[in-house]
């Protein structure tokens, strides 16, 4: 077990000397092509940064008026008929939207439900299976300037929607 602890403490600097050595070797100037590649980083971020901000303004407006909570209880009544619990579809709506606000939400699950509770296992495996959808194609079409995005967000949704269900079954075949 030591020995795998000691590769992966390794790997980083064995990478950075890696690169160097190459760089070195082949004549490239390292420093001058890394500050080139953060210069284009950060035009990237600015670039997108709008998109950001936008999409975490309206995910918290959603969450502090209440709307969030209202939408999850007229979707609950449908989703409980059909065997997935009420307390994940906040968890899903914002999963869609954000990483960060939805990981607060599975927090507040765990608090109020506990981790080993079914819910808490279904929410557990659907973070892990599910991709925020809108966040990463605002992100990356943007990036790409991509304005036809064809079949992404259909495919996205539906992807979405085979690791929700398949995370209640999973999460159901465990209790």
Do not use: C, H
Request: no cysteine.
């Amino acid at each position: 077990m030591k020995i795998l602890s000691w590769i992966s403490e390794m790997m980083i600097p064995f990478l950075i000397f890696y690169i160097v050595g190459y760089g070195v070797i082949t004549k490239v100037s390292v420093y001058d092509e890394f500050t080139e590649g953060a210069k284009k980083g950060l035009s990237t971020v600015v670039k997108i940064m709008p998109t950001m901000i936008g999409l975490m303004v309206g995910v918290g407006i959603l969450r502090a008026s209440g709307f969030l909570d209202l939408l999850a209880q007229w979707i609950g009544m449908v989703t409980e008929k059909i065997g997935i619990s009420a307390q994940l579809v906040p968890v899903v709506l914002v999963r869609m939207f954000s990483n960060s606000a939805a990981t607060g939400l599975l927090l507040d699950l765990f608090q109020n439900s506990g981790v080993d509770s079914t819910a808490g296992r279904a929410a557990a495996i659907m973070m892990s299976s599910t991709e925020t959808i809108f966040y990463t194609m605002s992100i990356y079409f943007v990036t790409a300037k991509v304005t036809k995005t064809r079949y992404t967000l259909k495919g996205a949704l539906l992807a979405t929607l085979a690791g929700m269900i398949s995370s209640v079954f999973l999460a159901g075949m465990m209790a």
